[in-house]
T-cell receptor, first 111, second 113 residues
C-alpha cells in the first residue's frame, strides 16, 4: 500500500521569506502527485499536479511553484511568501489502483 | 467555475437519525466520486467511493447514491453517531488523464446527543 510522507507539519514564516515543502511517496511507482491547499473556511483547491518526473501542471496562477525531481518526490516552493499563502497544504498521491492517499498536511502561517 | 458543489455549508442531526449530505457536479467527464471526512489540521480520511457504472455503494453505516442524469450524489450515514461530527467533502475525478480530484466546499456535520 502507498505511504506518503509530508513535512513539516507546521510552519510559521515571515512575509517575503522563501518556502519549501516536501512530499515523498513509498509503495508505488510513477504515481500521479498533487498539491492542494485549504485556506481558512474554504474547500480544498488543487494547486499543482504531476504525472511524471519533471512534468508539472499548474491549476491556478499564484505565488507558488512545484517541482518533481524524482519519481516519488514532490516539492512545493515559493521565493517570497505572501500573507495570502497561509493555509493548510496537502500532498496527495494516486497510485495504480485509482486510490488516493493523503499526506498529513502542513499548516503554513505567514506573518 | 465550481465543478463540484456542496450547497449546504452545515448540517445538524440528532444522534441515531439519518444524516444526508448532498453534492452536485457539472462536468459530465467525471466518472469516479469519493467522500472524505476531515478534521482540522489533518488530511482527509477516505469514507466511500462510487464509480459511474453504479448507482449505489454501501459500506457499513455509509451509503453513497449516484444519480448520473441529475449529476447528483449523496452520502447517507445511518445511524448517525457523535463521532461522525466533522467536515465532509465530496470529490470527483475523471479516470482518464491526470485523474485530478476536484473537491466541493465541504459540509460541516454536527451530531447532537
Amino acid at each position: 500500500s502507498q505511504t506518503i510522507h509530508q513535512w513539516p507539519a507546521t510552519l510559521v514564516q515571515p512575509v517575503g521569506s522563501p518556502l519549501s515543502l516536501e512530499c515523498t511517496v513509498e509503495g508505488t511507482s510513477n504515481p500521479n502527485l498533487y498539491w492542494y491547499r485549504q485556506a481558512a473556511g474554504r474547500g480544498l483547491q488543487l494547486l499543482f499536479y504531476s504525472v511524471g518526473i519533471g512534468q508539472i501542471s499548474s491549476e491556478v496562477p499564484q505565488n507558488l511553484s512545484a517541482s518533481r525531481p524524482q519519481d516519488r518526490q514532490f516539492i512545493l516552493s515559493s521565493k517570497k511568501l505572501l500573507l495570502s499563502d497561509s493555509g493548510f497544504y496537502l500532498c496527495v498521491t494516486q497510485g495504480n489502483d485509482y486510490g488516493y492517499t493523503f499526506g498529513s498536511g502542513t499548516r503554513l502561517t505567514v506573518v | 467555475d465550481q465543478q463540484v458543489k456542496q450547497n449546504s455549508p452545515s448540517l445538524s442531526v440528532q444522534e441515531g437519525r439519518i444524516s444526508i449530505l448532498n453534492c452536485d457536479y457539472t462536468n459530465s467527464m467525471f466518472d469516479y466520486f469519493l467522500w472524505y471526512k476531515k478534521y482540522p489540521a489533518e488530511g482527509p480520511t477516505f469514507l466511500i467511493s462510487i464509480s459511474s457504472i453504479k448507482d449505489k455503494n454501501e459500506d457499513g453505516r455509509f451509503t453513497v447514491f449516484l444519480n448520473k442524469s441529475a449529476k447528483h450524489l449523496s452520502l447517507h450515514i445511518v445511524p448517525s453517531q457523535p463521532g461522525d461530527s466533522a467536515v465532509y467533502f465530496c470529490a470527483a475525478s475523471a479516470l482518464q488523464g491526470a485523474q485530478k480530484l476536484v473537491f466541493g466546499q465541504g459540509t460541516r456535520l454536527t451530531i447532537n446527543p
